[in-house]
Each structure stands twice: as C-alpha cells, then as structure tokens.
C-alpha cells in the first residue's frame, strides 16, 4: 500500500504549489498564535483555493476555543481538523468535520488505549513527546515503542526528514506521514529540495 503524505505548517502559495506538484495528499495549516508556521483565517483561505480537488487541507489547533474555530471553519473549507492539545473526544467530533488527535510518545504510552479514547478519530498521529511543546520538535521519537500493527492504523509525525523517512516507512510501514521541519529552509518556509527528497524517499520506502 502506498504510504500518505501530510506537508505541514505551510505558510506560502508557492510552497502549496511546490507540495502539489509534489503529489502530496494533505495540507496542513497551522492555526495556533504560538507557532511561529502560524496562519491566519484570511491566509489560510487564500492557500486552499490554491489546492486542487483530492488534495485535503487540514486545519491544526492545539486547545483552541470552539468558537475560534468555528470561526475558521466559516471562511475556510478545511476538509479536516487535527488537535494536538488535551482536546477530549466528545470536542473533536463537534465540529462535524474528520479529525485527527495527535499522541506524543513515550515510554508508558498505551496507545490502543488512546485508540480506543480516540475511537472517534479518522486517525492517530504520533509525534514526539515535549513538555513545551504540542508539536514541532524537530525531534523523533522511538519507533521501537509503536506496535506495528497500531503503526498502519496511523499518522507517523516527528523529526521525519529525507535522511530517515524511507527506514520509518520500513520499520513501521505507517498508514501515512506527515512533515514540517524536515523539509523547511527556516520555520514556516519550505525548502523545494527537501520537498522532493522527502518524497523520493517515501517512494524508496513504499518499494522496499
């Protein structure tokens, strides 16, 4: 099975062109004031039109009050919501949208638990755990803490880059995953190159 991509925290038209041409399946936009790949509701709904039809533009907040984010759904047409805050499942599914919860990893992490907390969700993502940080770290973490049959049920997120993104897909074999950093010449700012690396080595992943 082909393994999905998620380019993440876009901030350019030309980068969601780049993306697109690319091949990716998903588009994730950052709305969270903190992040420094933060966008607002008039940039957001700028790059979506740009994206053609079957590439899906996921809207990202962490903790994020209801209506702030009705109020992006309204001028934005997100075909997905990803949390990656203390969000509960009953606020998830609210917004009557497909979402996705992120789970950062750690020794002593269940996450068929989480599956089962989630049960809602379209998919987990797995990112690397920070006490700071609700994503973004740059940094992976232990894929030898995944099970591999919850890893194809799965987003797989955190410190993925070009170097390394065909061995994750190895290892785990990831229903889909999804970069920022790994492909950014600065926060917010992706690198051409390192975009089509990225996906040279999800092709060399997926062939082996």
């Not at 903190?34 to 809207?59: N, W």
């Not at 194809?152 to 995953?177: C, D, F, H, T």
């Amino acid at each position: 099975m082909r393994t999905r991509v998620k380019f993440c925290g876009l901030t350019r038209l030309a980068d969601v062109d780049a993306a697109v041409a690319l091949g990716v399946d998903a588009i994730g936009l950052v709305f969270h004031p903190a992040s420094p790949r933060g966008v607002d509701a008039e940039q957001a709904a700028a790059l979506v039109a740009a994206m053609p039809a079957f590439v899906t533009a996921v809207g990202l907040f962490v903790d994020a009050e209801a209506d702030r984010i009705r109020a992006v759904l309204e001028r934005v047409p997100l075909g997905a919501l990803q949390f990656h805050g203390h969000e509960p499942a009953d606020y998830c599914r609210s917004f009557g949208r497909p979402w996705i919860k992120s789970v950062a990893v750690r020794a002593g992490v269940d996450l068929e638990a989480e599956a089962q907390r989630y049960a809602g969700a379209s998919s987990l993502l797995l990112d690397t755990y920070d006490p700071a940080l609700a994503g973004g770290t740059g940094r992976r973490f232990d894929w030898d803490l995944v099970p591999a049959q919850q890893a194809q049920r799965m987003i797989l997120a955190g410190g993925l880059s070009a170097a390394n993104i065909a061995e994750a897909i190895r290892q785990l074999r990831p229903y889909a995953v999804d970069v920022s950093g790994g492909i950014e010449q600065a926060k917010g700012v992706k690198d051409p190159d390192k975009m089509t690396d990225f996906m040279k080595g999800v092709r060399d992943g997926d062939q082996s």
